[in-house]
């Protein structure tokens, strides 16, 4: 399920538009990300990121566009089908189960082997029962590697926020995903563990998971991107390097502010 | 079926249905401007008709004295609510305002059955026995106040809603809770005029519609069903959805009834909520305090 | 054993229909999360369908329990594909009317439920030909069944569906982006819902050998929700404990009906508004999903 990555992009949106009561928060958005990569989204706010995201992973219905997960179309799923396929998230605000211990947490985020009735899971069948142990020591190996086994027992309501910003992640990965979007995985996080996140990141990608960050933080998002896209006011300003986009003047522009009639096209279509 | 019958059915049943529509329309204000699904509310119909009953039968007061103090006695016992129920639980998931007005309607019946007993009241009034006959058709005097009383209540309403100060703050509310807070509007103020006025609403209904009916403990239920169905026809927390879909109801009923038999008149309502539920769950109109 | 007075026995089995009746809501209310005032309909179903199985075609209880608890649950799901689709409000709306509903069809299709007059003489529990004799047997049985009702609520919630009707009542989106759908999850909790609550209705139609359209009336609501609530919602032992007190309460004080439901409308509003976790608050809330094989 991971490191063979497919010879072909991850995932491919294409002309992606989306419109609400009149406002077009995405006018044709194209993204394309190549398998076990790392890309960068940023843009100024209200550039339709999030949007973007939730089009994506089907938690709102684009008006126009396509998207393909390793070559299969997700027209018409429902976002939990969407997250079956591996194609998993995170939001921008920071969701857990609280009523749930740790190893629930990431015990309901692992799914059950396709082909598993209602009735095998109620009576515990060997079959579930085995799937179940094996789940089980997965999500062992998810808290250990996310250094908080000795909190396995805990309610997850209980956790500190950074906690749970971990907690989080470890569940979006409990099923090895083959893509993982992470809205804003540094909002609001203390910065000694911001590194320690990072290497996380990092650590989840060399497995052959490709990710697409929003992020505020640049710094963050240049540091490990190979590409990032910016977008502003819905569409793709440009793609490129880290490098490229850091010093590319219609960048700095979107994120520093408008700046009188050298915005031609992008403020016509404002209306 | 010849048409002079027809029109007897659909007379009969716009009066009826501007009563249901008057009765729900209180129902429809609470859950547009507070979001919160009022199940007392066919309680406050109740105790409104048995406080009528009591002033009327009990105390000697006239109709026409006893009908608008009942009414204000129910906008007081509406604040009651909002203090006591809605205020609390401001910052509460929804489940704690139906819980709680779950339980003020199981205290209210029983307080009514222990206090009047469970054997039927009836009101009398100075139209009953009034009758007009127009075109072969006949109109009965309290129907007819029951209408005219609707229509004037709704236009009070809706002049009340779009000219007033307070009845825009009650717009906004509807519209965006949060919003009304960064201008200046107070919430608790406005919870507990659309309590009052909601209860008040539905006292009219009771008010005129009781001395058609005989009264008893649980007439509350009938009543808040039949509100339930028109404001999830009409649109929750629609105003004017409220009063067309009662008058839907009230007319469908009629018919149903009168062409039938009368064992079929309570299913309309169901049958339209049904439908309405299945085809198109945000009712005719759609939510919205909409004017 | 035979010294035990035949009041204190039939508490005793009340006591019993009502914990598996608090179980049925506790699935919906405390773990799903969903107002579900429904619990009458599965209720009254389980009663006819088992009254009519045994009487009309002769069949074994052993046979018609059975019956009478799958059709609460196919009722469970029939009435939950169109209202579980709507916003709260109006689910909650939906299952009230539910109840309204069926009284009405109960009242009205003479030739099934004869109406109003109901069905009388309901032959008491034949488990193969065996009949429960007495209210010493009714107890036993009804005790069993109890236990056997906890014990299935306890394999529904400790169970991975259980940790996903937790998921999905305490944060949706981030249920389905983990690949949990909510719809179907709630439809399976409200047919096991249905089926708790069918299985009871069962037991209440051969124990009082009587039962009338009445029996989708509101009032079981009134008390299941004082039991489940104060008791605690989304815990095993809560609703049991509930079930106990408030079946044995009201006839130790020997109040009169109205009465009753007088104070237990105060006390659901005093619950509801100042103590909303219910007993269990008191003794420590346990984790939540109860055991689970992940633990």
């Not at chain 2, 009304?180 to 519609?209: P, Y």
């Not at chain 3, 249905?194 to 124990?207: M, Q």
Request: net charge positive.
């Amino acid at each position: 399920m991971s490191a063979d990555s497919s010879p072909g992009p991850v995932l491919v949106a294409r002309d992606i538009r989306k419109a609400y009561r009149g406002v077009l928060a995405l006018d044709g958005v194209s993204i394309e990300l190549a398998a076990g990569s790392i890309t960068g989204l940023i843009g100024p706010n209200g550039s339709g990121k999030s949007t973007l995201f939730d089009c994506i992973c089907g938690f709102q219905t684009r008006d126009a566009g396509s998207v393909m997960l390793d070559g299969r179309d997700l027209r018409g799923l429902s976002p939990q089908r969407i997250a079956r396929q591996g194609l998993r998230r995170t939001f921008q605000q920071l969701r857990v189960f609280p009523e749930l211990t740790l190893r629930q947490n990431l015990l309901a985020a692992a799914q059950a082997a396709p082909g598993f009735s209602y009735l095998s899971e109620l009576l515990r069948t060997p079959a579930v029962r085995r799937h179940e142990r094996q789940m089980a020591q997965r999500a062992d190996a998810m808290l250990e590697e996310l250094r908080l086994t000795r909190l396995g027992g805990a309610l997850a309501g209980g956790l500190s926020y950074g906690q749970k910003k971990l907690l989080e992640l470890g569940m979006a990965l409990m099923n090895e995903p083959r893509l993982l979007l992470l809205d804003e995985p540094m909002a609001g996080v203390n910065p000694t563990l911001v590194e320690g996140l990072k290497e996380e990141l990092l650590r989840v990608n060399r497995r052959g998971i490709a990710l697409l960050i929003v992020e505020h933080n640049l710094k963050l998002v240049f540091d490990i991107s190979q590409s990032v896209y910016v977008l502003d006011q819905g569409r793709v300003l440009m793609r490129g390097t880290p490098d490229e986009v850091a010093q590319d003047e219609r960048v700095i522009e979107a994120y520093l502010g408008r700046r009188g009639p050298a915005q031609g096209k992008q403020g016509a279509h404002l209306d | 079926m010849d048409v002079s019958m027809l029109l007897q059915f659909l007379a009969n049943g716009v009066s009826v249905g501007l009563g249901y529509g008057l009765a729900a329309v209180g129902l429809a204000l609470v859950f547009g401007i507070l979001e919160q699904v009022n199940f007392a509310h066919g309680e406050i119909y109740m105790v409104g008709a048995f406080t009528l009953w009591f002033l009327g039968q009990s105390a000697g007061v006239p109709y026409w004295l006893g009908y608008p103090v009942m009414v204000v006695a129910m906008a007081a016992f509406g604040l009651l609510l909002a203090e006591v129920v809605f205020l609390p639980t401001l910052h509460r998931p929804f489940e704690t305002v139906i819980l709680a007005t779950l339980a003020v309607s199981i205290i209210l019946q029983n307080l009514v059955r222990l206090v009047f007993g469970a054997t039927p009241l009836h009101i009398d009034s100075p139209l009953d026995g009034m009758t007009l006959e127009l075109g072969g058709v006949l109109f009965f005097g309290q129907r007819i106040f029951v209408s005219v009383v609707a229509i004037v209540a709704l236009a009070g309403l809706v002049a009340f809603l779009r000219r007033t100060e307070t009845g825009r703050a009650m717009r906004a509310m509807a519209q965006n809770k949060d919003a009304c807070l960064m201008v200046g509007i107070d919430i608790r103020r406005v919870t507990r005029i659309t309590a009052a006025a909601g209860a008040a609403l539905c006292a009219l209904a009771a008010g005129a519609m009781a001395p058609m009916f005989d009264l008893y403990p649980n007439m509350g239920t009938d009543v808040v069903f039949k509100s339930f169905a028109v404001v999830i026809i009409g649109g929750m927390g629609n105003i004017s959805g409220a009063m067309l879909a009662g008058l839907l109801l009230g007319v469908a009923e009629s018919f149903a009834s009168g062409m039938l038999g009368a064992t079929y008149r309570d299913g309309v309502g169901f049958t339209l909520m049904i439908i309405m539920l299945l085809l198109r769950p945000q009712g005719i109109f759609g939510k919205s305090v909409r004017v | 054993m035979s010294a035990i007075s035949p009041y204190f026995l039939h508490i005793g089995v009340m006591t019993g229909i009502f914990v598996l009746l608090a179980q049925s809501l506790n699935v919906m209310l405390g773990y799903s999360g969903l107002l579900s005032l429904a619990t009458p309909a599965f209720f009254g179903m389980g009663a006819y369908a088992s009254a009519l199985l045994t009487l009309r075609l002769g069949w074994d209880s052993s046979l018609t329990l059975i019956c009478a608890s799958a059709v609460g649950a196919l009722s469970g799901l029939a009435l939950g594909v169109p209202s579980l689709r709507l916003s709260r409000h109006s689910f909650v709306i939906v299952t009230l009317s539910a109840t309204l509903l069926l009284q009405l069809v109960a009242s009205n299709w003479i030739g099934l439920t004869r109406g109003a007059l109901g069905i009388a003489d309901i032959p008491t529990v034949h488990l193969f030909g065996m009949p429960l004799a007495g209210k010493s047997a009714w107890l036993a049985f009804m005790a069993a069944l109890s236990v056997v009702g906890v014990a299935a609520t306890w394999l529904i919630v400790s169970s991975r569906l259980g940790r996903a009707m937790i998921a999905v009542r305490d944060n949706e989106p981030l249920a389905i982006a983990a690949g949990i759908d909510p719809l179907k999850i709630r439809l399976f909790a409200f047919a096991c819902s249905g089926a708790l609550a069918g299985l009871a209705g069962a037991c209440y139609a051969h124990y009082l050998s009587f039962i009338d359209p009445g029996i989708f009336g509101f009032s079981i609501s009134e008390s299941l929700l004082v039991m489940v609530i104060l008791g605690g919602a989304g815990t095993l032992w809560g609703p049991v404990a509930g079930a106990v007190i408030f079946t044995i309460l009201p006839e130790a004080l020997s109040m009169a009906p109205e009465v009753k439901s007088l104070l237990y409308g105060v006390l659901l509003l005093l619950i509801v508004l100042f103590m909303p976790q219910g007993m269990a608050r008191w003794f420590g809330r346990q984790v939540a999903a109860g055991a689970g094989t992940g633990k």
